[in-house]
């Protein structure tokens, strides 16, 4: 479903994560306009943290909205998840596979018995839950966040069922309480497991390290139960507001506080964990995972709770603007990044890790004006492409997603069967 101010917030999302990659792979140059802005951009990996929100918020309004009508079903819902992500994403991972062997994947863990595991995981949306293959390829490292996004999808609709009398301030209490359990048992009792899927991560050819282990346990999907409880509670509040009108003065002043209440958790906490991961050099997580200082257990638990929160509150108070205000801040570019996102998402890491294999990015890096071109050369490129998948992929499957099938594979198949038992006789 298309709310403009939701994709513009979606489209924000999109650039952050761009400019962190973009920061990161050039060598976290400094940033500043009389004071350091490194810690903020150090923290722009928050796009992930709106990614979650929006997706519990715009899913469940999606459902809520045709849960009652007659032709909707779980296989119906999840035909349409499938055709929206999955011909795009197996599109760019195969390209990605092709053209980055061995210059940024190494063929080893493509071409080998561990490889293949790796492979099949990745196409079945299942590298993140799988130790094996989390985080092995860097190129593309976005891709762990869309098998979290899988589950999201597959468990949805039986969780909202089970929410229709829940009111949102104890949904959200729900969702931080399990999400704060989880981080509790990845931090202090997580021991024995962490070892189990070290022996499992052995005996498939791929050894992983204890630290790694528990850094791969801290980004599982109850991790991020918060956000998505989030993003639930957030539709409800927005269903329910349709239903009553406030006094418009009362309305402009909570909105206000709410977006503003938003803003300030989101800063704060950029600045407090993109100056704890600057000095003590927490952008690598294996140098933080496994210690103990009040420093190291602020950025483990603290990581992206807050982000959601902050998210949650600034969509919730633009929601309470007025339709003008709502207009001014959905500009087209921004929208339109929005639109494309998922396309841009997708391809700007394996685009990015080509770019800096080339001559032409060699020689733009000796320029004195090297930053400029450098980050022109990625955005057009990638904006380029990615309108490209879009438009050729993502949006004809996606719209094929949602017309009903003519024909089921079950009825399919018993044609198949009589036809052959014809053939047969």
């Known amino acids: 479903m298309f709310v403009p101010y939701l994709e513009s917030v979606r489209g924000f999302a999109v650039v952050a994560i761009f400019v962190r990659h973009v920061w990161g792979l050039y060598g976290s140059p400094h940033v500043g306009i009389g004071f350091s802005l490194d810690p903020l951009v150090n923290q722009l990996n928050i796009g992930v ?5 929006l997706s519990a918020l715009v899913m469940t309004l999606s459902i809520e909205k045709r849960l009652h009508q007659p032709d909707y079903s779980y296989r119906s819902y999840l035909r349409a998840r499938i055709w929206r992500i999955g011909p795009a994403y197996w599109f760019v991972l195969v390209l990605s596979l092709i053209f980055l062997v061995p210059t940024s994947i190494p063929e ?15 196409v079945f949306f299942m590298q993140t839950p799988n130790p094996v293959s989390f985080g092995v390829y860097s190129a593309l490292s976005p891709f762990w966040t ?6 999201l999808y597959l468990l949805l609709p039986f969780v909202l069922r089970k929410l229709t009398t829940i009111h949102p301030v104890a949904i959200i209490s729900t969702g931080f309480a399990i999400s704060i359990a989880w981080l509790f048992f990845v931090q202090y009792a997580s021991g024995p497991l962490i070892h189990l899927l070290q022996n499992y991560s052995a005996s498939c050819g791929q050894p992983r390290g204890y630290d790694f282990i528990k850094y791969y ?30 006094n418009p003065g009362t309305v ?12 300030f958790v989101i800063v704060a906490t950029m600045e407090i964990l993109g100056n704890l991961s600057i000095k003590y050099q927490y952008f690598n997580a294996l140098n933080y995972i496994l210690l103990r200082s009040h420093q190291a257990l602020t950025d483990f638990f603290f990581e992206s709770i807050p982000y959601a929160l902050g998210t949650g509150l600034v969509i919730l108070g633009i929601s309470y603007t007025s339709t003008n205000f709502k207009r001014r801040i959905s ?19 394996p685009i990015l890790f080509a770019l800096t294999k080339t001559t032409l990015f060699a020689k733009l890096a000796s320029l004195p004006s090297r930053w400029l071109w450098l980050s022109i050369l990625p955005t057009v490129t990638i904006w380029t492409l990615a309108t490209l998948i879009y438009l050729a992929i993502e ?31």
């Open 49 to 53: 943290d709106i990614f979650f929100v």
């Open 108 to 122: 080893s863990t493509v071409f080998s018995k561990v490889g293949l595991q790796n492979v099949l995981s990745f």
């Open 146 to 151: 869309l098998s979290i996004e899988i589950i």
């Open 217 to 246: 346990l801290s980004h599982q999907f109850p991790a991020y139960i918060f956000h998505f409880s989030v993003g639930i509670a957030l539709a409800k509040l927005l269903i329910e507001s349709k239903q009553r009108k406030g």
């Open 252 to 263: 402009r002043y909570q909105s206000s506080i709410l977006i503003g209440s938003g803003i």
């Open 331 to 349: 500009p087209y570019w921004l929208t339109g990044t929005g639109k494309i996102g998922f396309s841009i998402y997708l391809i700007h890491m």
């Open 395 to 425: 949006a004809p499957f996606q719209n094929y997603g949602k017309k009903p099938p003519k024909v089921s594979a079950r009825e399919i198949f018993k044609s198949f069967r009589r036809r052959t038992g014809e053939r047969l006789k």
